[in-house]
């Protein structure tokens, strides 16, 4: 499956990949699990500690929206949940922070903790954020279905920014002179980059965090990344952990080739037998989930960072034994007692028309690879460490198989996405492209100025949304470096908003 794009923020931008493998998604289910609890202590510290009942600024709403904006003859509504924290705000003329929702479900905290909501704090600024429609509760009973899932797109979803912009502007009585910042991680940062392209009236400046803003079919770079990064000594890689990796892999594969199947099945604690050729790409898919959630979550995850990944592949013996205790640590830190790698499983996972108002949208997910953005793993290049078995093929079958939805198909929706928003070279005007060189997503997105407003900054060593975090002390300085430059890009934009009210909005 997909590796989604999910992001660090408690507002949990994950951009996982897309291989649709087991292990990717207990992943993002585990990194969503951590944020929120990164974010619950930030934001205590921040008040600190609670006496009885605690004081939380944040307030839950619901707003009612058109399922479908580009067809008002469609009279059916959604109900989008959203939150507000007046705490920092100066009446009446305050700026708006708008933290925009991305594959999962929001929290109070998407207005309560991270990077947005100190800068909120520093310019007395009114917090809103939006969950995305079709993921969390913000989505009808009936969502999931082939039928009812006709109107997830990014596209009704800046339209939902613009609905929420109009609702919150009438609920505080704001005017021109109110600014707003949009911001956002993974998707969600294309979403903000975006909605000050397609909207410049309506937000002024927009911080895009690492944004895959163009689409890809064929990912083939997110795994040239992960190799990059593996062999990075600046996070605890090197050559010889790589060449491990490499090597366990095509041990694995000559144990694949020879049918040496319950030796594998046994030393990887596998929960049933793998029956060929779909179990066994989901198996080398779960494999490769471990190290490539190891790159893109690093420093995240407490036992599965890069550094701690290599130290067990190159203490290890041989190259298959490192593999083996690097799963099985994996494993432990998860608390899984085996390994799910039935092809069968997956589909039926993302076949479910249940809904699930907690956690990441991982048929929701899916169904935007297949219809916007495709951003397949794949590996069949010579520059991924892992199994050539995880091919752009295998991937796109699932488009099919879940969703009806043909390779021809998907192949146009993700040209057209890059026509529609311009990929990585945007025409808009103030918009903050963060990224980080470990990220693997990085690759998608702007990583050079475009012109004096639209700024990229790139990270030394961070990984995915790491400046979206709430700022700590360990911190590293290229880290700090980026916060400083933000938060100053920041400071100086609602200064000229100030000077000039009016001007600015389309104007860079
Ligand atoms: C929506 O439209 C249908 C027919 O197009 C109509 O029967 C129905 O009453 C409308 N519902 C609302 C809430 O207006
Ligand atoms: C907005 O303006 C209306 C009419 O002037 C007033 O009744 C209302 O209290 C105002 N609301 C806020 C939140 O200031
Ligand atoms: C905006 O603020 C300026 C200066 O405070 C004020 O004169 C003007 O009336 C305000 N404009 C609106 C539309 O509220
Ligand atoms: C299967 O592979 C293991 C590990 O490489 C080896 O020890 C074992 O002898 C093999 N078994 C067979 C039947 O080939
Ligand atoms: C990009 O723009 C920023 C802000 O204007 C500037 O500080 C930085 O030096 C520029 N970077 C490059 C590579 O030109
Ligand atoms: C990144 O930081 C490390 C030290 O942490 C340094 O050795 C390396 O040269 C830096 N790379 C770049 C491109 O600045």
Same mark, same amino acid.
């Given at each position: ?24 998604? /207990? ?25 009885? $009942? ?100 990014? *596209? ?154 290599? /130290? ?6 041989? $190259? ?47 169904? *935007? ?34 969703? *009806? ?9 993700? *040209? ?93």
């Amino acid at each position: 499956m997909a590796r989604l794009v999910l992001c660090v923020l408690l507002v949990v931008p994950l951009l996982g990949g897309c291989d649709g493998a087991w292990n990717q998604r /207990q992943l993002r289910k585990r990194i969503h699990q951590l944020r929120e609890i990164q974010y619950f202590k930030s934001f205590y510290s921040r008040l600190g500690v609670p006496k009885g $009942a605690p004081y939380v600024p944040a307030v839950e709403g619901y707003i009612t929206q058109p399922l479908d904006h580009f067809n008002r003859r469609n009279n059916a509504t959604y109900k989008q949940r959203y939150w507000i924290n007046e705490e920092f705000w100066q009446r009446p003329g305050g700026p708006v922070f708008l933290y925009i929702g991305g594959e999962a479900a929001e929290s109070e905290f998407s207005v309560l903790s991270g990077e947005h909501v100190e800068l909120a704090q520093k310019h007395r600024s009114l917090l809103v954020s939006l969950e995305h429609r079709y993921y969390g509760a913000s989505i009808n009973q009936d969502g999931l279905t082939l039928e009812g899932i006709r109107f997830l797109s990014s *596209q009704q979803a800046l339209a939902d920014l613009a609905s929420f912009h109009m609702f919150i502007s009438q609920k505080y009585n704001l005017t021109r002179n109110n600014t707003w910042i949009c911001f956002g991680g993974s998707y969600p940062g294309s979403l903000s980059a975006w909605f000050r392209l397609k909207f410049p009236h309506l937000v002024y400046a927009a911080v895009a965090s690492s944004a895959p803003v163009r689409a890809e079919l064929n990912f083939i770079d997110y795994n040239k990344v992960v190799a990059d990064s593996l062999s990075d000594p600046v996070i605890g890689g090197s050559e010889k952990c790589l060449d491990k990796v490499k090597d366990s892999f095509r041990v694995v594969e000559s144990l694949l080739k020879v049918g040496n199947i319950t030796q594998l099945e046994k030393d990887f604690f596998s929960c049933a037998s793998l029956h060929p050729p779909d179990d066994y790409t989901e198996f080398v898919s779960n494999l490769a989930d471990i190290f490539m959630g190891a790159v893109q979550y690093n420093n995240e995850m407490p036992s599965s960072d890069v550094r701690k990944i290599c /130290q067990q592949m190159i203490s290890a013996g041989s $190259a298959y034994e490192g593999l083996i205790s690097v799963n099985a640590i994996y494993m432990e830190s998860m608390g899984l007692k085996c390994v799910e790698n039935s092809h069968e499983k997956t589909l039926s996972d993302l076949r479910k028309t249940e809904l699930d108002p907690v956690g990441v949208g991982e048929r929701q997910w899916y169904y *935007q690879t297949c219809t916007e953005f495709g951003y397949y793993q794949t590996c069949e290049h010579a520059s991924c460490p892992f199994s050539p078995r995880i091919t752009l093929q295998s991937q796109l079958e699932l488009c099919t198989k879940v969703f *009806q939805i043909t390779t021809e198909s998907v192949f146009q929706a993700v *040209q057209f996405t890059n026509e529609f928003y311009g990929a990585d070279h945007p025409k808009s005007s103030r918009i903050i492209f963060v990224n980080g060189d470990v990220d693997p997503w990085h690759a998608l997105s702007v990583l050079k100025n475009q012109s004096h407003s639209e700024i990229a900054i790139f990270i030394n060593g961070t990984a995915h949304c790491a400046n979206m975090a709430p700022s700590h002390a360990t911190d590293p300085p290229s880290l700090q470096k980026a916060r400083e430059e933000i938060a100053m890009k920041i400071g100086e934009w609602l200064k000229s908003a100030r000077e000039e009210p009016f001007l600015g909005s389309a104007l860079s």
